[in-house]
């Protein structure tokens, strides 16, 4: 029996994880990092100092090219892994940092914590309240060059702006 392929999930329900989480992987509790606000972060700095050596984005997330991409970048979970009959749905996603998601491959949450252990984070005076993954960051630089913007990236500002209620 082939298997199902698993639809993209959407990119306003994306947004609705990611702030419903507090931009928070749900293993390792590190803040996660939106990856399309470091693309245009980048490209203000290259357009500033153009002669500036950069490793704040690839598009593959490559360590050598976007260390933090590596390590925090936002993505998605199945908390049960759709391939093992996991609900593609909001109750069956959270966040997660690229670190975690590329351990964690298809195994249970509980599974992955207790074969790995991860070191997970605990902040001295609680959780972060404010942190947006920088996604804040992403739509002040995208409303800047909102020509520039791929039909995606439009995608994605108008979800975030639509989740604050277009007063980011």
């Given at each position: ?27 390792c509790r590190k803040p ?85 252990q991860p070191w997970k ?48």
């Open positions: 029996m082939p298997a199902t392929k698993r639809p993209p999930i959407p990119i306003p329900l994306q947004v609705q994880v990611y702030f419903r989480d507090a931009w928070l992987c749900h293993v996660v990092i939106f990856h399309l606000a470091l693309k245009h972060l980048a490209g203000l700095v290259h357009q500033r100092l153009p002669g500036a050596k950069l490793a704040y984005w690839d598009p593959t997330w490559r360590r050598d090219q976007a260390p933090l991409l590596d390590e925090l970048a936002a993505s998605i979970d199945h908390i049960e892994a759709f391939s093992r009959g996991g609900v593609h749905g909001i109750e069956n996603f959270a966040t997660i940092c690229a670190r975690c998601n590329a351990r964690k491959s298809a195994r249970s949450r509980e599974s992955f914590v207790t074969l790995s984070v605990k902040g001295k005076h609680g959780e972060p309240v404010h942190w947006d993954g920088l996604a804040s960051a992403f739509v002040a630089l995208a409303r800047d060059r909102i020509n520039s913007l791929s039909a995606t990236e439009r995608k994605w500002l108008a979800a975030l702006e639509q989740h604050w209620g277009s007063a980011a």
